[in-house]
């Protein structure tokens, strides 16, 4: 999958992520899309060392994997975020 690919599949799972984990987040929107293209890696790699595969393309087990590695990294930057900021 190449570059774009990538970014379109982290912008849909950023935004995604951000939908089924609402809340103020310093950062705004880049910060979601950045998460959401780092969460797509973070899921393809976590899926592939697990044995489900990597993410090949647009389908919804890539989708899925994609939207899992978003709020992952989605529930960490919150956690830093929040210890740093008290």
Do not use: C, H, Q
Not at 27 to 38: D, F, N, Q, R, Y
Not at 42 to 61: E, Q
């Amino acid at each position: 999958m190449g570059i774009l690919s990538w970014i379109v599949l982290g912008l849909v799972a950023g935004i995604l992520a951000k939908w089924i984990m609402p809340g103020p987040d310093p950062g705004g929107v880049i910060v979601t899309i950045l998460l959401g293209i780092a969460g797509a890696v973070v899921g393809g790699m976590v899926a592939s060392s697990l044995g489900y595969g990597g993410i090949g393309g647009f389908d919804i087990r890539g989708l899925m994997v994609a939207v899992g590695g978003a709020l992952l990294l989605l529930i960490g930057y919150r956690f830093i975020a929040n210890r740093t900021l008290a």
